[in-house]
């Protein structure tokens, strides 16, 4: 009907100065169609098991577009940038200090915590432990990213620091050691990329656990791994029901370990625009 349409258009079956506007319109309407159903893919391929969509489906939508950031570790353009080097607004606990494009507890500062309340999210940054060793094992460098404030990615200086295996760095702290030790030498910049899906709960009962990947360095440490619970020391963790969203928290372990370059991504299944 289409092509019908637009060979009329080019035989000028519309002509006169009201059919020209009308058969402009006409164009447009039929363009616009025609871009719609002219979507490359198919309409007549088998369903996918579980899914409305058809393989290749031409209907099925167009994952909407993100920009990566220009280098590795850069925030891509849907982050939430929660600390860019310049200043903590988007934190709570102003005893933290700001310097060098880097922020780390004061004394007696407590955990920083953000302001917005977090799900299922990715999450970067970077940090460093103190480039001069003191101290040994959980004292060396100790702080944490405390994933809605109750699940511990154990942040601390691991090299050739021997401490319990499930509380060195990137363990899921007091329940899973990482996969392998990929930390780099004290004082030296480190990554943490975090996808974490967050617990569901329908009062006090879990109906889903938290699971977490995590790559250090950009090494896998963890591959969906089902957290156990809370965060506790020397104790076995299990779930204290919380709402769905919480803040992020760093922990302040009375160690001058810096962070920088922070930001999330809260995460969208498929199909969403
Ligand atoms: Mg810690």
């Known amino acids: 009907m289409t092509e019908l349409a637009f060979k009329r258009l080019q035989d000028g079956a519309y002509t006169g100065p009201m059919n020209r506007l009308v058969s402009v319109f006409v164009f447009v309407i039929l363009l616009a169609c025609s871009a719609q159903t002219n979507r490359p893919g198919y309409t007549d ?17 167009y994952p909407r577009v993100v920009s990566p950031g220009a280098r590795r570790g850069d925030p891509p353009s849907d982050a939430i940038v929660l600390f860019d080097g310049k200043d903590l607004s988007k934190w709570r606990s102003p005893k933290w200090t700001v310097e060098d494009g880097a922020t780390y507890p004061g004394p007696g500062a407590g955990p920083l915590i953000s302001n917005e309340a977090f799900g299922d999210i990715q999450l970067h ?3 460093a432990t103190p480039s001069k060793i003191e101290g040994s094992s959980q004292d060396r460098g100790n702080s944490g990213v405390i994933i809605m404030g109750h699940y511990e990615i154990q942040v601390l200086d691991s090299w050739e620091n021997p401490t319990y295996a499930d509380g060195q760095a990137a363990a899921i702290y007091g329940q899973w050691p990482p996969l392998v030790n990929a930390s780099r030498k004290p004082g030296e910049w480190q990554a943490y990329d975090i996808i974490f899906e967050a617990p569901k709960f329908d009062g006090d009962k879990v109906v889903k656990p938290a699971f977490v990947t995590v790559l250090h360095n950009g090494v896998l440490m963890h591959h969906r791994k089902e957290i156990l619970g809370t965060v506790e020391h020397a104790k076995v963790a299990h779930y204290q029901p919380h709402p769905a969203e919480e803040p992020l928290m760093l922990q302040d372990h009375n160690t001058l370990t810096r962070f920088r370059n922070i930001w999330v991504r809260r995460l969208t299944d498929y199909d969403q625009p």
């Open 125 to 127: 940054l970077e940090f």
């Open 45 to 61: 391929t088998p369903f996918l098991p579980g899914q409305k969509w058809r393989v290749h489906d031409a209907d099925r939508p």
